[in-house]
């Protein structure tokens, strides 16, 4: 999954950032908490505001338009100007600059942890105490409102990605994050075979490939394709497979979900190195694209799109770019396919919420709007229209979806916008434009698409709805359905199997790094990175071999073990916490 890499604060001067701000930022009445200041109310004849929305995880910057623009505007007389780091150049560069003159933002959406504490420490936070009582829709998650902002004396900030359902569910969807998804088509030609372990994987793609060798676009088709733009602690498609087995990473430690396991991953028995291995001898067979050293994500995604490719660890990358509605009809397309030994990682519904929160900034305009917007986020109607289309988002009733029968289903116009390109006009009325174009820019998720509407009883997540099922049934699906005991969805089939593995969602973050810890992991990742390509496009097993134990001995030498035992620790950690919030929500 692609992650968003935290680069680390300039402490020592930001800490003195915080301190001046702290003592410059004074309080408003509404941060007493003697005073219960009403938020459930009609805002719609408010006066006009706009207001800044410093947000970590938007891609888009600027004032929010279309039809979500709309809907805020009509019912909080209110514009959104999203302020997006990604789109300012990466890194903490704008997140220092604004820090420094003390106004982060009105609205605020960022990490929680160490820059979630920063913040509190420097004033930059308004507690929302006082207005806490009234948010009827943010009452249903107290747990991890009360979790998020315990020890704080105060309440600070707003957990996302909560939920409702016990934390030892999945919270994936009818899809897990991960999985061995192939060009199903091709495998079915083939007559099914049968595939054991992740080295089986092997002989079939070479079939596949060798029986297509071009796509139609009459360029070469390759097994495999890598890229490195993600790369991190480690080779990112390295960690990949490992993810079928239960692992998921934690620094440089692949931690199981269910806390049996813990490995280095420079270990010669590892899943990482193992990964290695398939890739290496992936490339001996002549499977693995040679430009797979030299390419970003983008390129490798356009050559999915073009079905150059026949492997995805992700669903979210082969099907996503090659499952057209054309291609799905003619019964071409990315399917899970059944691999015995596996027991795929999926992620548990965070009770707590996730790694991102929401917080209003010690110097908002009109604080108490912002509080009801914020709400209004965790309602049924906010998370509807503010979840994105990817996450199942179904957007606004009336529009996109209305009830009919006592079920919800995709209006006309819903089943263009939303299971289209996107490109649907959205009515005047509605704030006019393309449909993709206006949906919230935020790009968070208040509760899991998985959570049930109370209003519709059925899943927010559209793609749960029994209409969308029967409307996306393609003669690809049905094929995949017959010859896996007649699954509804990949994870029905995985759960009905038991050939997944929930790693409990505890909403667990790790310790920030000290300098120290910091300084080794990037002269040490900066090795596994270099070593792991290396070994991938070896010459040969004796190659492989002495690349390995070059990459095992210099990273010893740069000490690897000091990080490795802070990472252990963490690993255990994370795990001691899933295991209590599963004892909690029993």
Same mark, same amino acid.
């Given at each position: 999954?692609?992650?968003?890499?935290?680069?680390?604060?300039?402490?020592?001067?930001?800490? *003195?950032? =915080?301190?001046?701000?702290?003592? /410059?930022?004074? %309080? #408003?009445?509404?941060?007493? !908490?003697?005073?219960?200041?009403? @938020?459930?109310?009609?805002?719609?004849?408010?006066?006009?505001?706009?207001?800044?929305?410093?947000?970590?995880?938007?891609?888009?910057?600027?004032?929010?338009?279309?039809?979500?623009?709309?809907?805020?505007?009509?019912?909080?007389?209110?514009?959104?100007?999203?302020?997006?780091?990604?789109?300012?150049?990466?890194?903490?560069?704008?997140?220092?600059?604004?820090?420094?003159?003390?106004?982060?933002?009105?609205?605020?959406?960022?990490?929680?942890?160490?820059?979630?504490?920063?913040?509190?420490? *420097?004033? =930059?936070?308004?507690?929302?105490? /006082?207005?806490? %009582? #009234?948010?009827?829709?943010? !009452?249903?998650?107290?747990?991890? @409102?009360?979790?998020?902002?315990?020890?704080?004396?105060?309440?600070?900030?707003?957990?996302?990605?909560?939920?409702?359902?016990?934390?030892?569910?999945?919270?994936?969807?009818?899809?897990?994050?991960?999985?061995?998804?192939?060009?199903?088509?091709?495998?079915?030609?083939?007559?099914?075979?049968?595939?054991?372990?992740?080295?089986?994987?092997?002989?079939?793609?070479?079939?596949?490939?060798?029986?297509?060798?071009?796509?139609?676009?009459?360029?070469?088709?390759?097994?495999?394709?890598?890229?490195?733009?993600?790369?991190?602690?480690?080779?990112?498609?390295?960690?990949?497979?490992?993810?079928?087995?239960?692992?998921?990473?934690?620094?440089?430690?692949?931690?199981?979900?269910?806390?049996?396991?813990?490995?280095?991953?420079?270990?010669?028995?590892?899943?990482?190195?193992?990964?290695?291995?398939?890739?290496?001898?992936?490339?001996?067979?002549?499977?693995?694209?040679?430009?797979?050293?030299?390419?970003?994500?983008?390129?490798?995604?356009?050559?999915?799109?073009?079905?150059?490719?026949?492997?995805?660890?992700?669903?979210?990358?082969?099907?996503?770019?090659?499952?057209?509605?054309?291609?799905?009809?003619?019964?071409?397309?990315?399917?899970?396919?059944?691999?015995?030994?596996?027991?795929?990682?999926?992620?548990?519904?965070?009770?707590?919420?996730?790694?991102?929160?929401?917080?209003?900034?010690?110097?908002?305009?009109?604080?108490?709007?912002?509080?009801?917007?914020?709400?209004?986020?965790?309602?049924?109607?906010?998370?509807?229209?503010?979840?994105?289309?990817?996450?199942?988002?179904?957007?606004?009733?009336?529009?996109?979806?209305?009830?009919?029968?006592?079920?919800?289903?995709?209006?006309?116009?819903?089943?263009?916008?939303?299971?289209?390109?996107?490109?649907?006009?959205?009515?005047?009325?509605?704030?006019?434009?393309?449909?993709?174009?206006?949906?919230?820019?935020?790009?968070?998720?208040?509760?899991?698409?998985?959570?049930?509407?109370?209003?519709?009883?059925?899943?927010?997540?559209?793609?749960?709805?029994?209409?969308?099922?029967?409307?996306?049934?393609?003669?690809?699906?049905?094929?995949?359905?017959?010859?896996?005991?007649?699954?509804?969805?990949?994870?029905?089939?995985?759960?009905?199997?038991?050939?997944?593995?929930?790693?409990?969602?505890?909403?667990?973050?790790?310790?920030?790094?000290?300098?120290?810890?910091?300084?080794?992991?990037?002269?040490?990742?900066?090795?596994?990175?270099?070593?792991?390509?290396?070994?991938?496009?070896?010459?040969?097993?004796?190659?492989?071999?002495?690349?390995?134990?070059?990459?095992?001995?210099?990273?010893?030498?740069?000490?690897?073990?000091?990080?490795?035992?802070?990472?252990?620790?963490?690993?255990?950690?994370?795990?001691?916490?899933?295991?209590?919030?599963?004892?909690?929500?029993?």
């Amino acid at each position: 999954m692609r992650s968003r890499k935290a680069i680390a604060l300039l402490v020592a001067p930001l800490v *003195g950032v =915080l301190a001046l701000t702290a003592c /410059s930022s004074g %309080g #408003s009445a509404a941060t007493d !908490k003697s005073q219960t200041v009403n @938020v459930d109310k009609d805002w719609s004849k408010a006066a006009p505001i706009t207001i800044d929305v410093f947000d970590g995880l938007a891609n888009y910057q600027g004032i929010q338009s279309g039809w979500f623009g709309k809907i805020v505007q009509d019912k909080f007389n209110m514009k959104l100007n999203i302020i997006a780091p990604n789109v300012a150049g990466g890194g903490d560069t704008l997140y220092n600059t604004r820090v420094a003159g003390g106004n982060l933002g009105d609205l605020i959406i960022t990490d929680k942890g160490q820059k979630m504490d920063e913040l509190i420490q *420097g004033g =930059l936070l308004q507690d929302d105490s /006082s207005y806490y %009582g #009234s948010m009827k829709s943010m !009452k249903t998650y107290d747990a991890a @409102v009360q979790k998020l902002n315990d020890g704080k004396k105060g309440v600070y900030a707003f957990p996302t990605q909560v939920s409702a359902q016990k934390p030892t569910v999945s919270s994936e969807g009818l899809d897990p994050t991960f999985g061995p998804f192939l060009r199903w088509d091709y495998y079915a030609q083939l007559g099914y075979p049968k595939i054991n372990t992740l080295e089986d994987l092997l002989p079939v793609l070479k079939q596949m490939q060798d029986a297509h060798p071009t796509a139609d676009n009459g360029k070469k088709v390759y097994a495999v394709d890598l890229f490195k733009d993600w790369d991190g602690n480690m080779m990112v498609m390295g960690k990949q497979p490992t993810t079928l087995y239960g692992y998921d990473e934690m620094g440089f430690v692949l931690a199981k979900a269910d806390g049996s396991d813990y490995q280095s991953i420079v270990d010669s028995d590892s899943q990482y190195v193992r990964a290695l291995k398939f890739y290496y001898q992936a490339n001996q067979m002549g499977l693995v694209d040679p430009e797979s050293t030299t390419q970003n994500y983008d390129t490798m995604f356009s050559k999915y799109q073009n079905g150059q490719v026949l492997l995805s660890w992700w669903p979210w990358l082969g099907q996503s770019a090659y499952n057209t509605t054309a291609n799905t009809q003619a019964g071409k397309g990315f399917e899970l396919v059944p691999m015995k030994d596996q027991n795929i990682f999926s992620y548990g519904a965070a009770v707590y919420g996730a790694t991102q929160v929401m917080a209003i900034g010690s110097k908002a305009k009109d604080p108490a709007r912002i509080a009801a917007f914020i709400d209004w986020l965790y309602s049924p109607e906010g998370i509807l229209a503010s979840s994105s289309q990817t996450m199942g988002g179904a957007g606004p009733q009336g529009l996109t979806w209305d009830m009919k029968n006592g079920k919800p289903e995709l209006t006309d116009f819903g089943q263009k916008a939303i299971l289209g390109d996107g490109t649907a006009e959205v009515p005047a009325s509605w704030g006019g434009g393309q449909y993709a174009k206006g949906v919230s820019a935020l790009n968070v998720t208040t509760v899991l698409p998985i959570d049930t509407d109370p209003n519709t009883k059925m899943p927010y997540n559209y793609k749960y709805w029994p209409q969308v099922q029967a409307l996306t049934s393609t003669p690809l699906s049905k094929d995949w359905s017959s010859h896996m005991g007649n699954a509804t969805s990949t994870m029905d089939y995985l759960q009905k199997n038991h050939e997944v593995l929930v790693a409990p969602g505890s909403g667990y973050a790790a310790p920030a790094d000290s300098s120290e810890i910091q300084t080794i992991r990037n002269q040490v990742k900066a090795s596994i990175v270099e070593y792991s390509w290396k070994m991938v496009f070896a010459k040969n097993d004796a190659d492989f071999s002495s690349l390995l134990k070059q990459m095992q001995d210099t990273v010893k030498g740069l000490g690897y073990q000091k990080v490795l035992d802070f990472d252990m620790a963490n690993a255990k950690a994370q795990n001691q916490a899933r295991l209590d919030v599963t004892a909690a929500f029993k």
